[in-house]
């Protein structure tokens, strides 16, 4: 390397930025890959979705559609129907000597099982009483700061004025702000209870609970588990069971139920899945192959560089094989240095992600680290496939 000072560089430099763009790439795919990944009970839990006769396919539901599954089919342990953004409004409460008011728009109602189904921790309140009343809410943590400052949140009364019209809600319990990875986001959870009572629908009788003309709630089944266990699901089965009914009760209707896993919600399990999800998995199965590609390339020019230098090692080779030097020794050399070339731009790219990180957070416009590459073996691919490239690099 001090003989060579400016092929070593060019070597390591190369090496490096081809890395560095492959680690800010894993970076992203790992991301996208987290979503929805901390939920406990995401093995067992389901979304509903409608399909047409012309494919599409879409999320929202009827309110009684939740209930009935779950009286109807033993399968079914629990649902929560969530209502995204349709609590949406101002929030009013009282601060200091005048009411405060903010307009929110990311609120929404949901049942009471809401914090029991999804994993989102309570800092106040308990998951079983947080919305079992009508008229309660969950704030998130940080809501909660900017609402009552540091007076205790539990208990307060604040006024929603939405489509609905003007309605107080008590707050009953302060969950840890949702994480960026999470498909479900929101600054206020509602009980859905509300809507239960007709003087709280402000004339908007479409959102009836009891009432199958609106289609406004997003509804997820929590299946009971499978036996024996770790035995999969069998949803599809009681997919079936859903239509079979369905088809007694609306023997006219065309459209059929569809039950997505809960952990395809971000990401399809492939490319030819018909389910609605937040994400593309097409994007990121591009940018793998684009993250690939540019590792490829910067060992494909290491290995042109050393294949350019290797004439004028020619003689170095000939003395040694001269004073004894087997084909072991000759290979175990040249595998070594590249082993050595290959570790200080792993080093090196390392440096160049921790000072290009802030740049390509907000270029992305997500908050990343190399932490992120800590669940699902990203750590351990990734390594395995920087050594296999340095191994295989050095013996051409």
């Known amino acids: 390397m001090r003989k060579n000072r400016v092929f070593s560089f060019i070597n390591i430099a190369g090496l490096a930025l081809g890395m560095a763009a492959f680690v800010l790439i894993l970076e992203y795919v790992a991301y996208e890959r987290s979503y929805n990944q901390f939920h406990k009970n995401l093995p067992t839990l389901y979304r509903l979705l409608t399909q047409n006769q012309a494919g599409d396919v879409w999320s929202d539901m009827s309110p009684p559609i939740g209930p009935i599954a779950k009286e109807k089919f033993p399968e079914v342990r629990s649902f929560c129907r969530i209502a995204e953004h349709s609590a949406n409004g101002i929030v009013s409460f009282p601060g200091g000597r005048s009411l405060q008011s903010f307009r929110e728009d990311k609120l929404a109602y949901a049942d009471a099982s809401f914090f029991s189904l999804f994993t989102f921790p309570l800092v106040s309140g308990t ?90 709630l997003t509804t997820f089944l929590q299946l009971t588990e499978a036996t024996p266990p770790g035995k999969p699901t069998d949803f599809k089965a009681l997919e079936g069971k859903i239509n079979d009914v369905a088809k007694q009760i609306n023997p006219t209707g065309e459209n059929r139920f569809l039950l997505q896993p809960a952990t395809t919600l971000h990401l399809a399990t492939s490319l030819s899945d018909v389910y609605q999800t937040s994400g ?69 790219a390392l440096l160049l992600v921790g000072m290009l990180q802030p740049a390509f957070n907000e270029f992305i416009q997500k908050k990343l680290s190399l932490g992120v590459l800590n669940t699902g073996g990203f750590w351990l691919a990734g390594l395995g496939l920087v050594l296999a490239g340095a191994v295989a690099s050095g013996g051409m």
Not at 128 to 137: D, E, K, Y
Not at 291 to 311: C, D, E, H, M, V
Not at 321 to 332: F, H, M, S, W
């Open 127 to 216: 998951a079983a009483s947080a919305l079992s009343q009508p008229n309660t809410v969950a704030l998130s943590q940080s809501r909660a700061r900017m609402y009552f400052g540091n007076r205790n949140p539990i208990g307060q009364v604040l006024t929603l004025n939405n489509q609905f019209g003007k309605t107080l809600y008590t707050v009953t319990a302060v969950y840890a702000d949702m994480p960026p990875n999470s498909d479900l986001s929101f600054d206020g959870v509602f009980s859905l209870q509300t809507l239960n009572n007709p003087a709280n629908l402000g004339g908007n009788d479409w959102a009836r609970l009891d009432s199958f003309y609106g289609t406004y």
């Open 280 to 348: 593309s998995l097409g994007f990121v199965y591009l940018l793998s192959g684009i993250a690939g590609l540019i590792l490829l390339i910067a060992w494909f020019n290491y290995i042109n560089l050393s294949t350019a230098g290797a004439l004028k090692r020619a003689k170095e080779v000939g003395v040694r094989k001269v004073i004894g030097a087997g084909p072991g020794q000759l290979a175990g050399q040249f595998l070594g240095e590249s082993l050595l070339l290959n570790g200080l731009g792993v080093g090196l």
